[in-house]
């Protein structure tokens, strides 16, 4: 009888003991160290001639930083703001469902719209708007090939320099949201459109109920972005002699010639209101991200008790 050959005795690794850990080394990064303090000294640096230069006129910026001049321009930029965002936002959306319109008429319509705003300067259209009354010195509506009409009133009377304003910025405002927007619509999956149609859905409740509610997460990043852009981009209407937080900072300082403290007041303001948009628009998003949040969570182990 043959004897079977001996197999040989494999060792098992060894394994660390319970509750041992190994320890961890982080790697050393001795250039983004001292990059880092190079910058921090130029930060410093920088602010401490800031802080100490007299040309900034700091006690000027203080006593006009609450001037009710200043603060009724802030309230008026704010105004601005809030009413072409919401114009815009809306005008964008119904341009956006236009353009993914099975309509070729509809889609042509909101393709040009979006070409004739988004490829002219905003500042152009702003002037444009202020001076519609040499084209159109009576805003009348009827039918064409000069059919019968109703005549509204005179274009200087209807269109004011506040008016001009807002058509300017809403109307430049909604070419922007509706490529927006239809972005966030063409990021849904297409198969929750096959099931709200299987569910019977309407188009109008198909749009309001499944897709404007998933696209928000796509939308809101960029619309954000866009607010901020238009609280700064009020400032343009300051050439239609608005009193806005701009101009009225051009007033002031056109009376006592401080140029840069009056600059430095209106600009701590707008520092200001888009760190207030910033907070809200990172709340609006951590809202709407629920569930699609691609960073790990850190796992936290249960408390255990003691006897």
Known sequence: MSEQPSVPDIKEPATSAAGDSIPVVPLKHPVRLALAI??????????????????????????????????????????????????????G??????????????????????????????????????????LYPVIAFGLPFEGPSVVLGSANVLISPLGAALLGLSLNEAAYMAEIIRGGIGSVDKGQYDAARALGMSGGKLMNRVIL????RVVLPPTGNQVISMLKGTSLV???????????????????????????????????MTTVLSFFQNKLERRYGRGFDSAPRRIRKPKTRTA
């Open 213 to 216: 509610p998933q696209a928000m």
């Open 38 to 91: 190079v910058l921090i000294l130029v930060a410093l640096s920088a602010a401490w001639d800031v802080a100490v230069n007299e040309r900034y006129r700091w006690d000027i910026v203080v006593s006009y930083l609450f001037a009710p001049q200043i603060l009724a321009g802030a309230g008026l930029t704010l105004l601005l703001t809030v009413v072409s965002m919401t114009v815009g936002i809306a005008l």
């Open 93 to 134: 959306t119904l341009l956006a469902i236009m353009r993914l319109s099975d309509n070729p008429i509809l889609s042509t319509i909101s393709r040009g719209y979006i070409w004739f705003f988004r490829g002219t300067p905003l500042l152009v259209q702003l002037i444009f708007w202020y001076n519609i009354a040499a």
């Open 238 to 272: 300051s050439v239609l002699a608005i009193s806005d937080l701009l101009y009225s900072a051009q007033i002031i300082y056109a009376n006592n010639y401080q140029t840069i403290p009056l600059l430095i007041v209106a600009s701590l303001w707008y520092l200001l």
